[in-house]
């Protein structure tokens, strides 16, 4: 089994991908075929969530206050854990949220002498994929600072990702409608952001005011939509989705 431990590439323009892939194995039918014995299948759904989990886990890790290197290997070293003693086959959706399952491994592991003391080098008899640990060190360096636990910290950079993966969905929408020019216009409107009034954007866009709050509604209305697509498949029932919601927007708070 290869371990993913970065989703970053080397390329300058590699922010979309990283956006797309973070988070996005927080799918119950990802973790399902994960816990699964050695198959195709399932090594592709374990190295999704290597891929996935790498720099929220790391960035945890760092928060704690591990050096760079002691972080990477510490990282390393829980994603060589969790595969090695296959602990993905005991998450349960009824129990929570999967990330939660993960950070509670994470901490345990962290806990333990032997994350202290035997915590494999890289490549220490786990095949990894080559990471752009440099990289991945100067995007931690980048986050602005703030005064959040490394708890608060994970949960927020959850919630910028997952928002993030919805509004790359919704521009991905828009463009394949041919309509990639109203989203740039429409997307400051999505949190209050917008600098412009409705008239000036009108205007510009040669439309009256009233058409074009109406399609302001309609933009926040359908990336809801797609943010509830989002949440339904990482909890246990419909009910919960509300819920993670007012979880997300509590992380951003």
Known sequence: MTVM?????????SEGLVKQVWFDA?????????????SPEADAARAKLCQAY??????????????????????????????????VASADREKGRFRSFLLVLLKRFLASEW???NRQKRGG???FIPLDL????TRYVAE????????????????????????DRLQAQCVAEGKGHLFAELRPFLSGEAEEPYEAVARRLQIPKATFKVLVHRFRQRYGQLLREEIAPTVASPEEV????????????
Not at 5 to 13: N, Y
Not at 134 to 137: A, D, G, K, M
Not at 146 to 159: C, T
Request: glycine letters at 4%; charged letters at 30%.
């Open 115 to 117: 994350a202290r003391a």
């Open 54 to 87: 790498w720099y929220p886990l790391y960035f945890y890790v760092r928060r704690l206050g591990h050096r760079p290197e002691d972080a990477q290997d510490l990282t390393q070293g829980f994603f060589a854990r969790l595969l090695e003693k296959n602990y």
């Open 26 to 38: 927080t799918s119950w039918t990802t973790v399902r075929e994960a816990g699964q014995p050695a």
């Open 5 to 13: 431990g970065d989703s970053e590439t080397t390329s300058a323009d």
């Open 242 to 253: 509300e819920d993670e919601i007012r979880a997300l927007l509590a992380a951003l708070s």
């Open 125 to 127: 008899g786990v095949e």
């Open 134 to 137: 440099e990289h991945t060190e």
């Open 144 to 167: 602005p600072a703030d005064e959040l636990s490394a708890d608060k910290a994970f949960d927020r950079r959850w919630a910028q990702v997952l928002l993030a993966r919805v509004t």
